[in-house]
């Protein structure tokens, strides 16, 4: 009789961090995602939830508009950008580091 295994992954957008979560059973594999869940937050370092105050204090501005920054997703991972354009009508060029 051929067995059947379910497998739950949780894994980041860059591939760095994963947690894997494999069994036999359905309804363990359920189970087992909640401790999964657990230890991939732990191990992204990102906390389920942040107070409002903290996001903001978190987004970085330009300093050649004073305009907040716009986290973006790229080719190689996040990264923040200015959304504004400069007096010669280009695009800021100013990366938050």
């Given at each position: ?17 994963a947690?894997?979560?494999?069994t ?74």
């Open positions: 009789m051929a067995q059947i295994t379910y497998q739950v992954t949780l894994s980041t957008d860059d591939g760095k961090f947690v894997t979560a494999q036999g059973d359905p309804q363990s594999v359920k189970r087992a995602l909640a401790g999964a869940r657990q230890i991939y937050d732990e191990l992204t370092g990102e906390p389920q939830s942040k107070p409002k105050e903290q996001i903001q204090e978190d987004i970085p501005v330009c300093p050649e508009h004073n305009q907040p920054m716009v986290k973006q997703r790229g080719k190689y991972g996040t990264f923040w950008s200015c959304h504004q354009k400069n007096a010669d009508g280009g695009w800021c060029t100013y990366k938050a580091q």
